[in-house]
């Protein structure tokens, strides 16, 4: 048996005690000076406390009484440093669990990621068919103010919108007269709501809720109604297809995930940055090509000309919605023009605005 001398203190009294300690097979014995037995401490009960570097302090693990042993001889302290479980001063068993730490943390924040790149997107794709009108509605607001306010960059605020002064006002009664035709057409289970705003670009947009936004650009760049008619139309394939929910909810769902990743367990930010995907995100091709179908066999029941969304298409090099760059020539434009007049029917003989009601529209944000 391997012996060796400590200070011990019971952890009832501050007394120091110098103690004779001895190494058995299964633990080690404390013993006083007059041989009294002390203490008995099982190898896995023995832990490592914190001490100088010169002082091995060890005590037991799970004991009420705060006793403590310390062993000052090197050599000896090493053997007990060899022997029991819990006591490490090589800081061997340190480094294996910070590793240990840092492997499970990988593995946490690649689990993050999985679920953020396959599982949010399934997740909310499976969700917004099931969200009730009330709540997509509000969505919508909460999605609409942020919009609004990263739109609204000149701080226009209620001049904004396009069709409020007097000189706009026949251009927004002809504005109205194409909205209300395509939302008879369409028959949706909640009520759309559209506006012309104060943007040079030629695009469109649709929010959560029933809430489009035309842009100004898009009607100067417009030829016919029917071109603007089908852009909305559109544009009502994805209120429909609760395509703007989906992106929300996706979004919303990344912020929440990283917030928790970066220790924000709020997921603070989630409704802005769910605003700006709708204004910086594309849809994924199905979307476009499942609103595509719908604009096209919508203006068709209105009795609108369906080929006049396959010019537009062409005007803008690509989808209506923002972040979105496709050049003229690449071939899913192409494709998605094809398509388009694949599914058109014969031109009507009357546009969806007359002559005056159009040259009215044109002059909707003249004010």
Not at 286 to 292: F, K, R, V, W
């Amino acid at each position: 048996m391997t012996t060796g001398a400590g200070i011990y203190f019971d952890g009832q009294t501050s007394v120091r005690q110098d103690v004779g300690v001895a190494l058995g097979a299964s633990g080690l014995e404390i013993a006083g000076r007059d041989g009294r037995l002390l203490a008995q401490w099982p190898y896995d009960q023995i832990e490592g406390l914190a001490a100088p570097d010169s002082v091995l302090r060890l005590g037991r693990r799970g004991s009420a009484a705060l006793e403590r042993l310390e062993i000052t001889d090197t050599q000896f302290a090493a053997i007990i440093d060899a022997r029991a479980l819990h006591v490490d001063r090589t800081g061997l068993r340190q480094r294996r669990q910070r590793i240990r730490v840092i492997g499970w943390s990988v593995a946490a924040t690649a689990s993050l990621l999985l679920v953020a790149w396959f599982g949010v997107p399934a997740i909310a794709e499976r969700l917004a068919p099931l969200l009730p009108a009330g709540i997509e509605r509000k969505l919508g607001e909460a999605v609409d103010m942020q919009v609004r306010t990263l739109l609204d960059n000149r701080r226009l605020g209620a001049g904004f919108e396009c069709g409020s002064q007097d000189s706009e006002k026949p251009g927004r009664a002809a504005f109205d007269k194409l909205m209300q035709k395509l939302q008879t057409a369409a028959d949706l289970p909640l009520p759309v709501r559209g506006i012309v705003v104060r943007r040079t670009e030629a695009n469109a947009m649709a929010l959560p809720g029933g809430q489009i936004y035309v842009f100004r650009g898009l009607i100067e760049k417009a030829a016919t109604a029917d071109e603007v008619a089908g852009v909305i139309a559109h544009e009502l394939g994805h209120v429909a297809h609760r395509d703007g929910s989906k992106a929300v909810l996706q979004a919303g769902g990344l912020s929440f995930l990283f917030g928790m990743l970066l220790g924000d367990f709020v997921g603070g930010g989630a409704v802005v940055l769910a605003a700006k995907s709708v204004l910086q995100s594309s849809y994924s091709r199905e979307a476009e090509a499942a609103a595509d179908a719908y604009g096209t066999a919508l203006m068709n029941k209105a009795g609108g000309n369906a080929r006049a969304l396959a010019s537009m298409l062409e005007k803008i090099g690509g989808a209506t919605e923002p972040g979105m760059q496709i050049l003229l020539d690449h071939p899913e434009t192409k494709a998605r023009i094809a398509a388009i007049n694949r599914l058109a029917a014969e031109r009507p003989a009357e546009p969806m605005l007359d002559a005056e009601e159009w040259a009215a529209l044109k002059r909707i944000c003249a004010g």
